[in-house]
Structures are given as structure tokens and as C-alpha cells.
């Protein structure tokens, strides 16, 4: 069962820019977590926001939660090649126990 | 930094054939997951287990796929017979027992994965 979509699913920008990732959900949540995937890995935990946060922060990082839209946003600042990776946005639904993940946004970072 | 073991990291397997991976989760974990990803997708949770009891498997093919954690430990999935549509990176995760809580903020830490090639 999907219940986060990712916006886009490809994002290819130069180093040194930044990066903007969406995700949208379908029902209602506890918390929104956002992971990173290196080609071929496991993914990595980035950054959690509860459902009563609008905004966080985490060095580069900024993430936005919309509940009222169901939507999230992850920015990525003065992006480096490292940052070259899949981004994948999940989610607690109310009342479960467990988290889903989304497609997922492909991003690269150009020297 | 603690980690969670996954393997094989690579398996290559015939259709038909029985597979095995195996996950060590980090030291004091209770929960444990275990994920499908096709390439391009997502991660699908297939099993969630709370120390040795199965707390989610309604997306776990159960007609071949089996899964269990018998210390409430490591966890071993099997697949019997396997599938061309079963060729997957199967991710391994743990976290701590927070889903009780309030909170219900469980962050979780994945292994490397297994990469399965069914031909």
C-alpha cells in the first residue's frame, strides 16, 4: 500500500545549489521521516518531524510539514556531489505501527 | 557505530529454488523489519516483528515467502520456491520499542540489504 508520493522523481541539479524534495501522503499521521539511499544500500535516517512541527532543521537540511495540505518538503542547501542519492519520505499513519515509505525522488548532483 | 547485519549481501538463484537471508539486528532493538524494494521503488515492509512475535505480515506472500525470529534476535527470510518477480534488494532495519509509546516516533536503522537475482 503507497501512501507518500515524492515530487519529482528525478532531480538533477549543479553542485552548490540547492535541492527541493515534496511528498504528499493520504491520511492522516503521527510523524513524517525523510531517508537517504546510496546506490545499491541501505537506506540512511535523516530527519523526523512530528505531526504537531512545522519546520526542522538538521545542519543542510530543512524540512517543512503541511499537515493541512498533507504534504512535506525537504531542502537540501549548497548541495554537494555526495548528496547524489535516492530521498525517500515515510510515514506513521494514526493508529499504526509501522512505517511506509514512498517512490522516492532520484537526485544528482552535477560537478 | 552499531550496525545491522545483513546476508548474503549478492544472491543468484535459479526459479524454483530455495533462498535465505539472514539479519542481526543492532544489540537492543526489539523491533525488526524486513523490507522488499524493486528497483526504482520504494521499500514494502513484508514482516515486522516485536521481539519474537509478528506483529504485521499482511503484505508477506505467505504461499512462499516465511519469516521468523525465534530468540527474538537475529531473523531469518526464506523464500520456497523462488520467483522471477521475487528478484529484489531485501533490506533488513531495526529501532527500538517506541511504537507503545506516545510518541510513535520510531526512527530505524537498515542494513546494507541483500540484492536477489531470480533467472
Known amino acids: 500500500s503507497q501512501q507518500g508520493e515524492e515530487d519529482p522523481q528525478a532531480l538533477s541539479i549543479q553542485e552548490g545549489e540547492n535541492a527541493t524534495m515534496n511528498c504528499s501522503y493520504k491520511?492522516?499521521?503521527?510523524?513524517l521521516q525523510w531517508y537517504r539511499q546510496n546506490s545499491g544500500r541501505g537506506l540512511v535516517h535523516l530527519i523526523l518531524?512530528?505531526?504537531?512541527?512545522r519546520e526542522k532543521h538538521s545542519g543542510r537540511l530543512r524540512v517543512t510539514l503541511d499537515t493541512s495540505k498533507k504534504s512535506s518538503s525537504l531542502l537540501i542547501t549548497a548541495s554537494r556531489a555526495a548528496d547524489t542519492a535516492s530521498y525517500f519520505c515515510?510515514?506513521?499513519?494514526?493508529?499504526?505501527?509501522?512505517?511506509?515509505f514512498g517512490q522516492g525522488t532520484r537526485l544528482t548532483i552535477n560537478p | 557505530e552499531a550496525e545491522v547485519a545483513q546476508s548474503p549481501r549478492y544472491k543468484i538463484t535459479e526459479k524454483s529454488q530455495a533462498v535465505a537471508f539472514w539479519c542481526d539486528p543492532i544489540s537492543g532493538h526489539a523491533t525488526l523489519y524486513w523490507y522488499r524494494q524493486i528497483l526504482g521503488q520504494g521499500p514494502e515492509l513484508l514482516v515486522q516483528f516485536q521481539d519474537e512475535s509478528v506483529v504485521d505480515d499482511s503484505q508477506l506472500p505467505k504461499d512462499r515467502f516465511s519469516a521468523e525470529r525465534l530468540k527474538g534476535v537475529d531473523s531469518t527470510l526464506k523464500i520456497q520456491p523462488a520467483e522471477l518477480g521475487d528478484s529484489a534488494m531485501y533490506l533488513c532495519a531495526s529501532s527500538l520499542d517506541l511504537w507503545t509509546r506516545a510518541s510513535g516516533a520510531n526512527v530505524l536503522t537498515f542494513g546494507a540489504g541483500s540484492r536477489l537475482t531470480v533467472l
Open positions: 491520511t492522516s499521521i503521527n510523524n
Open positions: 515515510a510515514t506513521v499513519i494514526q493508529g499504526a505501527q509501522k512505517l511506509v
Open positions: 518531524i512530528r505531526s504537531n512541527e
